[in-house]
Structure formats: structure tokens, C-alpha cells
T-cell receptor, first 113, second 114 residues
Framework: GENVEQHPSTLSVQEGDSAVIKCTYS??????FPWYKQELGKRPQLIID?????GEKKDQRIAVTLNKTAKHFSLHITETQPEDSAVYFC????????????FGRGTSLIVHP | KAGVTQTPRYLIKTRGQQVTLSCSPI?????VSWYQQTPGQGLQFLFE???????NKGNFPGRFSGRQFSNSRSEMNVSTLELGDSALYLC?????????????FGQGTRLTVV
């Protein structure tokens, strides 16, 4: 089955810095890659996603890049703010009707004011 | 509009008992999926229901089961509870499926097995 590895497990940055979280996946048939943000005690929320026919997607301070050849995708957050502090999860979803998503273990992002 | 609602929010059960968790999706959403979240294993997919049918299933033992009703509300049942079943159980609803339409998560049910 699919295997998703996420790094780093913890990321500490100063406010205003950029943060990058990377995920690798094993199944070349995976075609959908969402990122979720989960604040302490709250539900996960989709923040950005990318499909396998696109190399990059941007939404204000957040961007995701996908390298299908190397089978990795990354989340980029620019001009970080304290409210960006949360756990971020990547996921990879199968294709061809296979709906089983596999999640990374999560990255705890801490933005220091 | 109302979000995804999970009940109860907290549960304490004894080993060997069974438990039923409930999930009410966003109005109009037909897909409901269930996840187990633990510090050790992270987020793991349990199963997905669409129009009262289980469409996909993750790698969990048969003690974990679910169902979906005609109003799209879903229940998850865990029988013969084990200590390792202690986790946050999340459900998510989407219009069609979470690959083509955004999945919205509920607040989760925190299950503690003692």
C-alpha cells in the first residue's frame, strides 16, 4: 500500500520567516495531495491541495509544490505568523476509484513572536 | 450552514465493551468517512460510506464497523474494546468524495478505554 513520510516532525521559526514541510509518497498512482492544519484541540481543516496534473499551486501565503518524478510534495508558508502555529498533515490519495488516503505523521509548527 | 457534528464528544469505556459513535454530515453531503487519530499512528483511514454503502475500507480489524442511514448520518461501532482503541475518532463529510470535493471534519469523539 501507500506509504507517506513527512519531515520534519517539529519546526520552530521566528515570525516573518518561511516554513517548509516535505512529504514523500511511494505509490506512483496517487493523484491527489491535500494539506490539513490542525490547531490544538480542534478539527483538521483543509488549507491547500494539489492534483497530479499540476506542479504548483498558491493561495496567498501558502503554496504547495509537487514533483511526480521524485514522488514528493512540499508545503511552503511565507511570512509566518503566530496563528500559523499548529500541526500540519500531508496526505496522498489513490487513483482509479481507490479512495484510501494515507496521511503523514504530522509536523508541529511553532511560530515565535 | 451547520458543520459536521459528532456525538458524543467524550466517552470512557471498559475493555470488552462496545461503543457506537455518531456523525451528522453537512446538509447535502453524501460521503462520510471515518478516521482514527492517535499520537503513535497519526491519522488513519477507517472506512467511507456513500449513499448508505461502504465504498472503501482501511486496514482495521472487523471489530470496527459502520453504517450510513438514508439521511447520510453515519454511525461507527467498535466491539470488544481494547486499550489500544483509545483515540480521537474523526469523521469527515464531503459532497461526493474527498478527492473531488473538499472534506470537512467534525470535532471528533475522544474515546478512552480503561
Amino acid at each position: 500500500g501507500e506509504n507517506v513520510e513527512q519531515h520534519p516532525s517539529t519546526l520552530s521559526v521566528q515570525e516573518g520567516d518561511s516554513a517548509v514541510i516535505k512529504c514523500t509518497y511511494s505509490d506512483s498512482a496517487s493523484n491527489y495531495f491535500p494539506w490539513y492544519k490542525q490547531e490544538l484541540g480542534k478539527r483538521p481543516q483543509l488549507i491547500i491541495d494539489i492534483r497530479s496534473n499540476v506542479g504548483e499551486k498558491k493561495d496567498q501565503r501558502i503554496a504547495v509544490t509537487l514533483n511526480k518524478t521524485a514522488k514528493h510534495f512540499s508545503l511552503h508558508i511565507t511570512e509566518t505568523q503566530p496563528e500559523d502555529s499548529a500541526v500540519y498533515f500531508c496526505a496522498a490519495w489513490g487513483s482509479g476509484g481507490s479512495y484510501i488516503p494515507t496521511f503523514g505523521r504530522g509536523t508541529s509548527l511553532i511560530v515565535h513572536p | 450552514k451547520a458543520g459536521v457534528t459528532q456525538t458524543p464528544r467524550y466517552l470512557i469505556k471498559t475493555r470488552g465493551q462496545q461503543v457506537t459513535l455518531s456523525c451528522s454530515p453537512i446538509s447535502g453531503h453524501r460521503s462520510v468517512s471515518w478516521y482514527q487519530q492517535t499520537p503513535g499512528q497519526g491519522l488513519q483511514f477507517l472506512f467511507e460510506y456513500f449513499s448508505e454503502t461502504q465504498r472503501n475500507k482501511g486496514n482495521f480489524p472487523g471489530r470496527f464497523s459502520g453504517r450510513q442511514f438514508s439521511n447520510s448520518r453515519s454511525e461507527m461501532n467498535v466491539s470488544t474494546l481494547e486499550l489500544g482503541d483509545s483515540a480521537l475518532y474523526l469523521c469527515a463529510s464531503s459532497l461526493l468524495d474527498s478527492q473531488s470535493t473538499e472534506a470537512f471534519f467534525g470535532q471528533g469523539t475522544r474515546l478512552t478505554v480503561v
